[in-house]
């Protein structure tokens, strides 16, 4: 559950500025076990869980993450640079294009609105399923033996 948060703007926990930024998160395996794993190493010992590894505390904002892990990752990776929040729309549009509902994807990006989460990523909600909207060749003849 999405409740509380650090910023860069504050030393100190905030609460989300809207409604929709209370909400529960569906995490994908693998981000799930990263988390857990690095929660071992920091959280446990009473710490935030992203800590810079260099000098053990919290990060002091994006620049440095940018500069000494997300970059040199992206490098190493041979993905061409990209924003941090870019990693969101990247979520979103893998969960649309795996046939997720839209409405869920919009839930977990916090949008109190999910025609927005429509508008923007409605490119990605897959259109390959030849079925849909309509009843298959056996649906239709067991139907209309029926009538």
């Known amino acids: 559950m999405v409740s509380k948060a650090f ?8 609460e ?3 409604e929709a930024g209370y909400r529960d998160i569906k995490l994908l395996f693998p981000a799930l076990e990263a988390l857990q794993d690095q929660k071992k190493n920091t959280y446990t010992k009473g710490q935030e869980i992203f800590q810079n590894p260099r000098t053990g505390k919290r990060w002091t904002g994006d620049q440095p993450i940018r500069k000494t892990a997300w970059t040199p990752a992206l490098k190493k990776a041979g993905v061409r640079y990209r924003r941090p929040y870019q990693t969101r729309h990247t979520y979103a549009s893998m969960m649309l294009m795996e046939g997720e509902n839209p409405m869920w994807v919009a839930t ?8 927005f989460t ?3 990523y409605s490119r990605f909600i897959p ?20 009538l």
């Not at 910023?7 to 905030?14: K, N």
């Not at 977990?108 to 025609?115: C, N, P, R």
């Open 16 to 18: 989300p500025k809207t």
């Open 108 to 115: 977990q990006l916090g949008h109190s609105d999910w025609s």
């Open 127 to 146: 259109d390959n399923y030849p079925d849909i909207g309509g009843l298959s060749h056996l649906q239709f003849r067991f139907y209309s033996s029926l």
């Open 118 to 120: 429509l508008r923007t």
């Open 7 to 14: 910023t860069q703007v504050s030393d100190e926990i905030e």
